[in-house]
């Protein structure tokens, strides 16, 4: 299965309602959709992407396409917060939450799926590899656990 069928071709599990505008007095409408993780799974392997990195894709592609069609433009600067573990090889299995926040910029602007599914990959990578993960870990091993968890 080719990106461009995953991402333009299967239909959502149940269909997407268009979200209108809304006034500063209106209140936020939420919607969402599931999708098979075996429908996934084809991409992850011929691409090496992760479920995240998918997410962030589709989600990029989404908000560029709402932004063109409502706004007239795509900003050059969307960004997203997306959580990196920063648990050290070897403590996988231990409780607890071991991770922080890093701001990606979405690649909006790209309209092809995988063009797009690179840029993501290459940006979270980035995200991963400047994490402070060995800093952030030392911290938290020196938290209470009320507060590391």
Known sequence: MALADF???LPPAAPLAPVPLRGP???LRHGWTFVRAELLRPVMRDFGASVNDIYLSCLSGALGSWMRERAGGVPR???ALMPIS???PGRELEDGNRFVGARVRLPVG???PARRLTAVMER?????R???RAEVERLLDRCPDAVAT
């Open 86 to 88: 920063i648990r050290a």
């Open 130 to 132: 400047s994490s402070a």
């Open 77 to 79: 600067n969307v960004m």
């Open 124 to 128: 979270t990578r980035a995200a991963r």
């Open 7 to 9: 991402a333009f071709g």
């Open 25 to 27: 007095d209106e209140p």
């Open 110 to 112: 790209e309209t092809d």
